[in-house]
């Protein structure tokens, strides 16, 4: 049973940093496509930065940046001068396989963590 656990959201004033981590058991970590995304409230859940891993494509808003560490099997996102905007639920997700280049769309994951809630306050 594949299972996504995300950590390291927290409430943190504008302009600091903060860094999350994902770690994905019951699948071999390395082998599979990732990505992190946030909705807020009414709004739509959106890709943030993505990596398909068959052919190393990826996705970025530029604002965030992603990095793994497959010894640790744990997949990070560095969030650095936050703003009030940024205030959402953050998701990483696993996809089964990813072909063609890389997708950054909800549709795109099979598995989902369920969320760390970032609060950036003004």
């Known amino acids: 049973q594949v299972q996504v656990v995300e950590s390291g959201g927290g409430l943190v004033q504008a302009g600091g940093s903060l860094r999350l981590s994902c770690t994905a058991s019951?699948?071999?970590?390395?082998?599979?496509?990732m990505g992190w995304f946030r909705q807020a409230p009414g709004k739509e859940r959106e890709g943030l930065s993505c990596i398909n891993k068959n052919d190393g494509s990826t996705y970025s808003t530029g604002r965030f940046t992603m990095f793994r560490d497959n010894a640790k099997n744990t997949l990070y996102l560095q969030m650095d001068n936050l703003k009030p905007e940024d205030t959402a639920m953050y998701y990483c997700?696993?996809?089964?396989?990813?072909?063609?280049?890389?997708?950054?769309?909800?549709?795109?994951?099979?598995?989902w963590g369920q969320g760390t809630q970032v609060t950036v306050s003004s």
């Open positions: 997700a696993v996809a089964r396989s990813m072909y063609g280049g890389i997708r950054c769309g909800r549709n795109d994951y099979n598995y």
């Open positions: 019951g699948l071999a970590f390395d082998n599979y496509s």
